[in-house]
Each structure stands twice: as structure tokens, then as C-alpha cells.
């Protein structure tokens, strides 16, 4: 079973900089896009950027100039890198991975466990 542990969450003023960070661990690890995503109280789960093992990205508009996703394949890590924190960027930001079902065109997702960003002075 995928396993995704997820770290950096934090309290920080704006203006600040934060590093999320998301590893994947399991046995028979294949695993294609990689993305973060994050919910504010009373707001739906929302995309925040995803990148696949080829290294394309996708950025949420609203952090786009800001935000920097990136991976390491090697060690089955995705980042987040947050420069420039909003307080409309507090939130709790969960990993997401898509794993292929061998032989099948099905994609298997896993979430982490969230980790909370607080932006506030």
C-alpha cells in the first residue's frame, strides 16, 4: 500500500516562505502525477499544482509567480516551494499521487495526511 507522509506545514507571517515536502513509500512504487492540493475552512478541496513524472506542471491561478512544484523520482518526493504567502493561502495542503492499476487503464489516487499553512501576522 502507497503511503504518503507530508512535512513543512507551518505558522508564518505574509510575505514569508515555506517548503512542503511529500514522500511516497511502498512496495512496487509506480507512480505518474503528483500534485498538491489544498481546503480552507467551509471552501471545496481545490488544485493547487500538480506535476507529472515527466515534469510538466500545472499551477492554480491564484498561485501562479508564487508557488513551485518539482519531484525527485529517485526518492519518490514531490515539493512545494511557497514564496510570498498570502493570508488567502492559509489552508491545509494535501499530497496527492496517482498510482497505474497494472494491465488496466485505472489510476489508483492516494492523499496524505494534510499539513496545515497558516499565513497570519
Known amino acids: 500500500q502507497v503511503q504518503l507522509v507530508e512535512s513543512g506545514g507551518a505558522l508564518v507571517q505574509p510575505g514569508g516562505s515555506l517548503r512542503l515536502s511529500c514522500t511516497a513509500s511502498g512496495s512496487g512504487l509506480v507512480i505518474t502525477a503528483m500534485g498538491w492540493y489544498r481546503q480552507a475552512p467551509g471552501t471545496q478541496r481545490e488544485l493547487v499544482a500538480v506535476?507529472?513524472?515527466?515534469?510538466?506542471?500545472n499551477y492554480a491561478d491564484s498561485v501562479k509567480g508564487r508557488f513551485t512544484i518539482s519531484r525527485d523520482n529517485a526518492k519518490n518526493t514531490v515539493y512545494l516551494r511557497m514564496n510570498s504567502l498570502k493570508f488567502e493561502d492559509t489552508a491545509v495542503y494535501y499530497c496527492?499521487?496517482?498510482?497505474?492499476?497494472?494491465?488496466?487503464?485505472?489510476?489508483?489516487?492516494?492523499w496524505g495526511q494534510g499539513t496545515q499553512v497558516t499565513v497570519s501576522s
Open positions: 506535476i507529472t513524472s515527466g515534469g510538466v506542471t
Open positions: 496527492k499521487a496517482d498510482s497505474p492499476v497494472a494491465n488496466t487503464e485505472y489510476v489508483r489516487t492516494k
